[in-house]
């Protein structure tokens, strides 16, 4: 048995834990659902290099490395009480591992007596719908048609492309992206090439041509969805497949 801040290991996820984090992976969508069956399956093994929000869910008797760097983000969900408001992250299974964060915004404990109010996630956006929560404008950019979409919300300064076969919508990391469109595009500037924020600030002085040869690039190095980049290769534009 570990033992972490007064808490044993492993112990299992409480009700409302999995309820929180559940928010996040909607069961109407085959790749979300399957991973709510991951979880199920898994304990709280110990405690991640951010504190006492930071979960290691696992099997039992897995050791973990509590440095490890995070995986990619997987989900995402913000939880609104009247008391307090909650911010879930899921990152991707590693090793029969999941890290998990359950972090309350207000920075205090979070209260046994709570009255919800509104849910919001990433994980059931679909194409033709403003970005969640606000309403917000998005840009997307169709990879291929009705089945990949590539996402740019740029008042929510995130990134994702939609798979329309498992429903899940894939965050892309806003500096790994940027560096290889930089690259696309030969710009060596660095006021331009090293503020990755400049894309969403000044989104429309990129071409779709560019966004997706950007993310193509980014995938090939960083495998973020599984996609054939050979049909890319034989058309132009790319996002007019």
Known sequence: MQQNNSETFPRELTS???????????????????YRDIIDDLVVIGKGRFGNEN????EEGDAYDPEA????????????????????????????????????LSGETIPENLHQTKIWNY????????????NADVHEIQ????????VIAPSHKKIW??????????????TNYYNELMIIMKNKNPEIALNPSRLF?????????????????????????ELD??????KKPFFRL
């Open 143 to 150: 990879l291929i048609f009705s089945k990949i979409v590539l």
């Open 16 to 34: 409302r834990e999995k309820s929180w984090l559940f928010a996040a992976l909607p069961e109407t969508k085959p790749g979300y659902c399957q």
């Open 69 to 104: 760097p995070s995986t990619p983000i997987f989900a995402i969900a913000n939880i609104e009480f009247e008391e307090t408001k909650i911010y879930i992250t899921i990152h991707e299974e590693s090793e029969h591992q999941v890290e998990v964060d359950i972090k309350s």
């Open 161 to 174: 492309v939609y798979n329309s076969d498992s429903g899940i919508n894939h965050f892309v990391p806003i």
């Open 55 to 58: 979960l290691i869910l696992g």
């Open 229 to 234: 980049h050979s049909l890319f290769e034989k």
């Open 201 to 225: 600030d000044n989104l429309n002085e990129f071409t779709d041509d560019q966004l997706v040869q950007g993310f193509l690039a980014y995938n090939k190095h960083w495998n973020r969805i």
């Open 123 to 134: 994980s059931d956006w679909t194409p033709g719908q403003k970005a969640p929560f606000d």
